[in-house]
């Protein structure tokens, strides 16, 4: 305890590239980046299975698979595969040791939650309400925007909400393939037995990630249409953690 | 690129059943102990429902936090032990199988529970016999999504495990300590593979649980 309060008072800690600040930026953009990219393939295939209710199966067989195979497995398969791609696609190795494996590996864990949170957001809303949408005149395109995604946005700010966690602690293991990040203090407290680093790396993942998850809930309470929030105010259920 | 060693393996299939079988059992004791706090605290909230907010928010912050930093804050406590994996492998169960089964045992109509109570069921003999066996859908979903996580999560606890646990994760970290393709493939293919092992095992064991609902689907 007092080596930790030693560690994350000591100003050397709080600069250059090993210090906190760069730490978590680093950590920081790589999540984001990470889900950035996820949400764009996540949200145009989410919006195309729930608007038409085509390829489910294959929206749910993804949340599957993306479930069952740990980032941990698909980040260290992809190592040495991007490892070897560095000469031949003529890329820094360095970016194939330190940032693609861990990248990808967030890619592939981020897309499964946002897409089925989108999906099914959107298949939740009362068909009586999108067909009279329609009977209205509105376009497909104004259905989706106007009404469905209004009323899907919690769900779907949910489904980030996992995402976004689970990329969290993926960029902490990343630490342990030579990748930055505040996981960094874990691997490195570990591997030098310095406890006042490893404590106060825990410590700043984990509130890192409740933070984020603080942050989230906050605005999927405030993106609940007021209705909708009424009729709805019960325990969770297990649509939010699927 | 990658050169996967068939022979390598074939050579020491007695350390791929040892890790195999030490994954199974970190796999084994959170579950059965998490199940077993999760299944209390469930029978709890159906007596005392304002407990589920409190406990619904206690094991989702335990839930949040990112598997690596679980790990590691016990290793200067319990030290190299397996308590330092078995602890938070067990913690990270307890939201789905808390919440899962919460919402299993409130899925049963009321009607069905005015019928047993009309028939003479006790509080707590309705909720074995009645409540409970209609909730086995519910509570095996989170049953087979927790399972799943943990085998995820003991390839992970391979990182602080050294020589010690982890299971198949074990290859993982030799593999790359060694620059050995092949351990790090085993490894994380023997993880997915028995991920979807046990996910099937799962299955079966629901319908076995379950016989009318196969009865019901078999019926036209």
Known sequence: MEQMIAFLTDPANWQDQAGIPNRLIEHLTISLLAVACASAIALALGFYIGHTGKLQLLGINLANIGRAVPSYAVMVMLLPVMLGLAPVLGYDPQIGLRFLPIFLAMLFLAVPPILVATYAGIQ???????????GMGMTERQILTRVELPLASAVIVGGFRVALLQVIA?????????????GRY?????ALRDNGMLYAGVLLVAGLAIG???????????????GVRLATESSPTTAELA | MIEIRWDWILNHLDDVVDKTWQHLILLLIPMVVGFAIAFALAILAMRRPGTVGPVTAVTGLLYTIPSLAAFAVLIPITGLTLMTAIIPLTTYTLLILYVNTVAGLR???PEVNEAADAMG???TSRLLRVQLPLAVPLIMAGVRVAAVTTIGLVTVSAIIG???????????????QTDFDTKIYLGAMGSVVLAFLVDGALVTLQRWLTPWARARSEVP
Not at chain 2, 162 to 176: A, K, N, P
Request: aromatic share 8%; glycine share 16%.
């Open chain 2, 162 to 176: 050294g020589q010690l646990f982890g299971g198949l994760g074990q290859f993982i970290t030799e593999g790359l």
């Open chain 2, 107 to 109: 899925s049963v109509p």
């Open chain 1, 124 to 134: 939740q809303v009362d068909r009586d309400l999108t067909e009279s949408s329609r």
């Open chain 1, 186 to 190: 874990i691997v490195d407290g570990i």
């Open chain 2, 121 to 123: 069921y006790t509080h």
């Open chain 1, 212 to 226: 984020t998850d603080v942050l989230l809930s906050w605005l999927q309470r405030r993106l609940t249409p007021r």
């Open chain 1, 170 to 182: 993926t960029a902490t293991i990343g630490a342990f393939l030579a990748g930055g990040g505040l």
